[in-house]
């Protein structure tokens, strides 16, 4: 199913905005995100501000009624937006929506693009958690992952974001070329001592269609992989930030609020070029199964501009999930957190009990095996289960009951 709009949703649950920046200094060999280098032609922001909080008009509109829980800038390099350019975008969200629950408020940076006043100016605007791009705390491997930074100027950045905000988090990538256990631990250990309550930690992947894929790169191989993982997991629950999400790891309270949302089945906006969203239906008395329409944005910055000026907004589709392809959804999103997938959550969104949705062939064995736990609360992966998510979920979702078949 195509349409203009997305349906109109009321619920009391909070929704998360999410708005995409596309630009970014230089795109990194490993990025397959809608990102690409800011020519100097695209330094003016004027047009961009105003076809979001265009943008902004035309989802308010659809979701009128519902808070916003969360508000993500991510891309790209959001920090090269001006700080004028972030406080205009969250008061017009504020205005439309509301905030509920002391609204999160995150943006994505680069350390080439931080400094002092410019994140005391994006604190004035609003923003009240950042998410910074470190990636690797060695000039080396910088220099081979293609950041533009140095060790210095990550370490500066993570200095002045801990002065300025209560709430920050960084990413590092592991499993590199030539990374050993050794290696990683000693980054990682020097690395914790960094946080102030989150940090992001993601294997290397080579995806199609990334300049690293072009040249061949080789992933670590699978028994490497798996030790560095289970090294990753000891190394932070020891620091006391255990994984909340399979590449995520938090002090109690410190989780991204956001990317729960994303992670539980929740509903959110995407705004910019290339923004997805997720947008539910209310329940209707001939139904047991929510509506959920996914909506996906024009990719190109050039016709999104040229769409949202001609139109209101860049939706180039809106499609409505088969029962199928929803349960595949919540499944792969659901398993990746430490809790798992809460059955009750999942009959709420589902309209069907968790258990009976899965392959329960699969479940027993799966059980069996220990790699994964069930119980009244929902299922969830083991520690050992999650070294082989991925074959775990393709389990789970194999042979799908008659009343689950894809559409």
């Known amino acids: 199913m195509a349409a203009d709009t997305p349906p109109k949703p009321q619920s009391s649950k909070p929704l998360a905005l999410y708005v995409h920046w596309p630009w970014c200094l230089a795109k990194c060999p490993y990025c397959d995100f809608n990102s690409r280098p800011l020519s100097p032609g695209e330094r003016d922001q004027t047009d961009y501000r105003d076809a979001i909080l265009r943008e902004l008009d035309h989802y308010a509109e659809q979701t009128g009624g519902r808070a916003l829980g969360s508000i993500f800038f991510g891309g790209g390099t959001p920090s090269l937006i001006a700080p004028d350019t972030i406080h205009a975008i969250i008061d017009a969200a504020k205005n439309r929506w509301g905030f509920q629950n002391e609204c999160e408020i995150t943006l994505e940076a680069n350390p080439t693009s931080i400094e002092a006043a410019k994140f005391r100016a994006f604190q004035d605007a609003g923003v009240n958690r950042v998410s910074i791009g470190v990636q690797a705390l ?3 491997d910088l220099l081979a992952l293609g950041r533009e930074h140095s ?5 500066q950045a993570l200095d002045i974001a801990s002065a300025i905000f209560d709430r920050y988090t960084f990413d590092l990538i592991y499993a590199r070329a030539g990374q050993g256990q050794g290696d990683w631990a000693d980054e ?3 690395a914790l001592t960094l946080t102030n309550g989150h940090i992001s930690l993601y294997q290397l992947t080579i ?4 300049a690293f894929f072009r040249q061949n790169m080789s992933e670590a191989d699978e028994d490497l992989a798996a030790d560095l993982y289970q090294m990753t997991q000891e190394i932070c629950t020891d620091a006391g930030l255990p994984a909340y999400e399979i590449s995520n790891h938090a002090k109690p309270g410190f989780e991204s609020r956001h990317n729960i ?10 705004i910019g070029p290339g923004a997805h969203g997720r947008l539910t239906a209310p329940l209707t008395p001939d139904r047991t199964m929510s509506i959920t329409r996914a909506t996906h944005q024009i990719a190109d910055p050039a016709r999104w501009l040229d769409a ?11 499609r409505e999930l088969g029962r199928y392809e929803r349960l595949e959804e919540l499944v792969l999103s659901g398993l990746r957190l430490t809790e798992g997938l809460d059955a009750a959550r999942f009959a709420r969104q589902y309209g069907q009990d968790l258990l009976s949705a ?3 062939h699969a479940v027993l064995d799966l059980q069996n095996a220990g790699l994964i736990e069930v119980d009244q609360r929902g299922v969830r992966a083991t520690e050992q289960g999650r070294l082989i998510l991925n074959a775990i979920i393709s389990r789970l979702l194999d042979d799908p009951n008659p009343g689950n078949a894809p559409d």
């Open 138 to 140: 060695n000039d080396e």
């Open 151 to 155: 060790t210095r100027e990550a370490l």
């Open 188 to 190: 990682l250990e020097h």
């Open 207 to 210: 995806e199609p269609g990334t």
């Open 261 to 270: 949302t994303y992670w539980t089945g929740g509903d959110y906006i995407g």
């Open 308 to 318: 949202v000026n001609t139109k209101g907004h860049a939706t180039a589709k809106v």
């Open 358 to 360: 899965l392959n329960s």
